[in-house]
């Protein structure tokens, strides 16, 4: 049974223009969390937060108001846009999402609609714009992050219960279309902005007020792409409508984890966004637990892009401006494998091929190869393959040396074996390309 809505999804399936095409195409991202939280890193008056450090401003041992003075400690003397955008390069990201104000309010652009901006900060400039220029330079896109909860602004609610609060809420509605049409304006190469902090009550009731603002956003900025955490429907659906469909752009929901299977994703677009230490997403000083190795990362972009997404690895900068070694080596690791292997994830998507133990399959649509990418050899160190009904393996060689080559053997109806022709005892995940073709027709009838 459909239900009526007004506010619900507006577009049933993909997007099918060449901006959606563009952001579907990309594979790989990188997140960058940066602002006043920076600084404690996730200590203050010497203990540690065990929370995420982006945070810690809720910390029972923090007063607000301290944590607010930070804005007066904020002097990233070292920041060099372009040197973030340079180590983005060289790791293989097409897309970067950078925090633009989180929940402690405070912007990292000179609004004119708050003090609580680097304007009135020691550092004084905007950081956004360099930003935004330095990875243009680099033909890395940018994503705008906004977080609609705004715990520096005293018209900031979590839920409307009085006439006071829906006073003070509708202020806060004004100062948040005031910010993002701000952000537009004033950063138009922009492709899309990446909403977080709208779950709590006083958000949801808004759903006509968000539908029109995004309507809004959309007919200023022709092609922008927004996700599917931006609003509710007038049922106080999110990310799903009341009937199911999604909406936004593209699914929203996977924070720190991936999907399993391609009926996880409903044959929607998505993005995985990622810590590389269990949950810290602004710079801490310890990371505490495990931290990602660059071949888990790997994994989890293969297995994102297999499955129709992107991964985007999220970096922490210090106060200082610099990135730690941590994600510098990483980056490097990430980009030194991309570097051999990019065609398998830009362009990637679902390959509709059955799911072995070995690794992942991607179909291009650049190319229409369809790339193997092992992480696991069998021991037999053979690599089963079944295809979609009536496709023939004709030819598979190495992405990273054509010379090392492979034999495929049919071993049942779409079924194969692929032996590799030489020792393969590789210390990295490596890609093998399959070329296919229209099985031949067999003799029709009998019993097979
Ligand atoms: C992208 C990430 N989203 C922010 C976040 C996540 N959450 C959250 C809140 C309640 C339950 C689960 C997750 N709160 N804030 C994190 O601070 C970071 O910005």
């Known amino acids: 049974k459909i239900i009526q809505l007004q506010h619900g999804a507006h577009r049933l399936g993909r997007r099918n223009d060449a901006d959606m095409a563009r952001w579907r195409a990309y594979g790989l991202g990188q997140f960058i969390h940066w602002g006043l939280y920076s600084i404690p890193a996730g200590e203050w008056n010497g203990k540690m937060y065990n929370g995420a450090a982006e945070w810690i401003r809720t910390w029972k041992e923090v007063s607000p108001q301290a944590y607010d003075s930070l804005i007066y400690r904020f002097n990233p003397t070292k920041f060099n846009p372009d040197s973030w955008a340079a180590v983005a390069k060289q790791m293989g990201v097409k897309y970067v999402t950078i925090t633009t104000k989180h929940h402690d309010g405070f912007c990292l652009w000179p609004s004119k609609f708050t003090d609580f901006t680097v304007a009135n900060s020691p550092y004084k400039k905007d950081i956004i714009g360099p930003l935004v220029k330095a990875y243009d330079k680099q033909g890395i896109d940018v ?104 909406m936004g752009d593209y699914e929203q929901g996977w924070e720190r984890k991936i999907p399993e299977k391609i009926t996880d994703v409903h044959g929607n677009d998505w993005d995985c966004v990622m810590t590389i230490p269990e949950n810290q997403w602004g710079y801490a000083k310890t990371w505490q637990g495990h931290i990602k190795t660059a071949d888990e990362l790997l994994e989890m972009l293969a297995k994102c892009v297999s499955l129709d997404g ?137 019993y097979e």
Do not use: C
Request: glycine fraction near 8%; aromatic fraction near 14%; charge should be neutral.
């Open 310 to 446: 992107n991964f985007v690895l999220n970096f922490g900068p210090k106060p200082d401006g610099t990135l730690r070694a941590e994600e510098l080596s990483l980056a490097k690791a990430i980009g030194d494998w991309m570097t051999v292997n990019k065609e398998a994830i830009y362009n990637g998507e679902y390959a509709g091929f059955i799911k072995q133990d070995w690794g992942y399959f991607i179909k291009s649509t650049a190319s229409n190869k369809i790339y193997m990418l092992v992480f696991n050899i069998p021991v037999s160190g053979v690599l089963r393959v079944a295809t979609p009904s009536h496709m023939a393996i004709r030819k598979a060689y190495g992405l990273d040396n054509a010379a090392s080559n492979y034999t495929s053997e049919e071993i049942g109806s779409s079924t194969y074996f692929i032996h590799p022709n030489q020792q393969i005892t590789p210390k990295k995940p490596f890609v093998i390309v399959l070329e296919t073709g229209e099985e031949a027709k067999g003799q029709t009838g009998g």
């Open 143 to 246: 994503i705008l992050y906004f977080s609609v909860m705004d715990w520096h602004n005293p018209d900031w609610r979590y839920d409307i219960k009085t006439r006071d609060d829906s006073i003070a809420f509708n202020r806060f509605k004004q100062f948040t279309r005031n910010q993002l049409l701000e952000l537009l304006t004033q950063y138009p190469s922009a492709k899309g902005l990446w909403f977080d902090g709208t779950w709590d009550k006083s958000w949801v009731k808004q759903a006509a007020f968000a539908d029109s603002l995004e309507t809004e956003m959309r007919k200023l900025h022709p092609g922008l792409i927004i996700g599917s955490r931006f609003r509710a429907d007038e049922y106080g659906k999110r990310h799903f409508d009341s009937n199911g469909n999604l």
